[in-house]
């Protein structure tokens, strides 16, 4: 009956076939038979880093081996041998579900995302498409597909949401995923050189089924924790583990990152995502006032997506201020109202561009043709009131968004179908009257508003 180093070295020469080479050296070229009896073989190890590296990657394939070897269907289990010592002290037992040490069971809780950040939750157009699809596919097929899968946007585009949707959707599945960002990984891998305890550092991380980074660009310049970082992709890569990552720029624009981690980066997908276009934005705000059981009108939400165009956290920023601002001051949430309360979030260059309020336009307009506010607004209707009147209808739709009812409201309580006949007339006339298209050219200058776009 052969002895169980003899076993052992029967299934490493079998092993060496199946697994790669910089693994078998790094795991099991060290390793011996220690004992076999009563269907359990025992393998020795060096450190209990290796002995839960075999438990989680190559538990069955080791089992499969030396079955194969032994006619039998064994468990197995890792001893750690430690030098200049005969006694040896069990790692753990890895049994037949091959099932892992408590440290890797805590590695399986599921790591802490926000609850909000859903697949469902998440607002497609075509600036995000592909990168929702290519997630949605990396979640679905983990480590098939799309690996690794690099996604990179400007700010408040999605990213993190598209990482936090991933972590939902697995953990149904149980593999044991790892959520972190760039910064905390760096963090931590100082914390870990300081007190000597790398082992405990890089096994938390190859432990991982799925590995979730974000802004990854933060790596550049830490030549270090670059290094370390690459090892273990290496590693998770070789496993057929899944890895996304998010960056603020593609990984050829990250001038401070190695070219051969940049290379890694780029081994499978990279997608980007732009900031939302018009619909897609308007979706968006529609879809959180929805969630917030929030009534606001459509000249509000049009309003809100034509201000905050750069990414979603603004847009989403600027909708939760209106609605404060209308609630701490008790009135209705109008277009003035929200005008008033994202007055000062406007870019300084964009701000009297974008933000004439409905008062400036119409106190604008009196001045310019020499009438009173009080005129525009009564029921006079000749015409030296009425074409200023019909002019503040077409300045206040087009620059402000306001819809015809809140218009009538603000120009003395008139009915939507006269403000409507009145913005058309001029939008019209516009067009073919030189003297006018100056005139409202020139209340345009004093209001520092632009023309808007088509």
């Not at 490493?12 to 038979?33: A, I, S």
């Not at 009896?37 to 060096?46: A, I």
């Not at 979706?283 to 750069?310: C, G, N, W």
């Amino acid at each position: 009956m052969r002895s169980a180093q003899e076993i052992w070295e029967a299934a490493l020469g079998e092993l060496q076939l199946q697994v790669n080479k910089p693994n078998y050296d790094t795991w099991l070229k060290d390793t011996t038979g220690i004992s076999y009896q009563d269907d359990l073989f025992v393998v020795g190890v060096p450190n209990v880093f290796i002995a839960e590296w075999l438990t989680n990657r190559l538990y069955s394939v080791i089992k499969r081996t030396l079955a194969s070897i032994t006619g039998g269907n064994l468990q197995v289990q890792f001893l750690i041998q430690l030098p200049g010592q005969p006694d040896t002290h069990l790692a753990h037992a890895c049994q037949a579900d091959g099932g892992t040490s408590s440290r890797s069971k805590q590695l399986a809780t599921p790591p802490k995302v926000n609850a909000a950040y859903t697949f469902n939750t998440f607002i497609t157009g075509e600036s995000n498409r592909l990168a929702y699809a290519a997630a949605l596919e990396a979640a679905e097929e983990p480590g098939r597909t799309y690996n690794p899968l690099f996604i990179y946007g400007d700010t408040g585009v999605g990213k993190t949401h598209l990482l936090h949707a991933i972590a939902h959707a697995l953990k149904a599945s149980g593999p044991r995923i790892l959520y972190v960002n760039a910064e905390q990984f760096t963090n931590q891998f100082v914390i870990a050189l300081k007190n000597q305890k790398t082992e405990d550092f890089h096994h938390k991380f190859r432990s991982a089924d799925v590995l979730l980074v974000d802004d990854i660009q933060f790596l550049s310049g830490k030549a270090q924790t670059q290094e370390c970082f690459f090892h273990i992709f290496n590693d998770l890569y070789d496993n057929n583990c899944q890895i996304v990552m998010t960056s603020d720029c593609s990984p050829k624009a990250m001038s401070s990152v190695t070219k051969k981690l940049r290379s890694r980066f780029e081994w499978g997908l990279i997608v980007d995502i732009r900031p939302p276009d018009s619909e897609t934005r308007l979706t968006i705000l529609d879809t959180k006032a929805r969630r917030l059981k929030m009534s606001i009108s459509p000249e509000v939400l049009q309003f809100l997506a034509t201000q905050f165009q750069h990414n979603v956290r603004e847009l989403e920023g600027a909708l939760n201020r209106v609605i404060t601002y209308a609630k701490l001051s008790g009135e209705k949430l109008d277009i003035q109202v929200a005008t008033e309360a994202v007055q000062d979030l406007v870019d300084n260059d964009n701000q009297q561009e974008t933000m004439a309020t409905p008062k400036h336009i119409m106190h604008a307009v009196a001045n310019y043709y020499g009438v009173t506010l009080e005129a525009l607004t009564g029921t006079r209707r000749d015409k030296k009131t009425a074409l200023p009147r019909q002019v503040a209808m077409y300045l206040l739709r087009e620059h402000n968004h306001c819809g015809l009812a809140e218009i009538g409201r603000m120009l003395g309580g008139r009915d939507h179908t006269t403000i409507l006949h009145g913005y058309e007339k001029i939008a019209a006339e516009v067009t073919i009257n030189s003297q006018l298209s100056k005139s409202i050219e020139q209340i345009r200058q004093q209001l520092s508003i632009k023309r808007p776009s088509a």
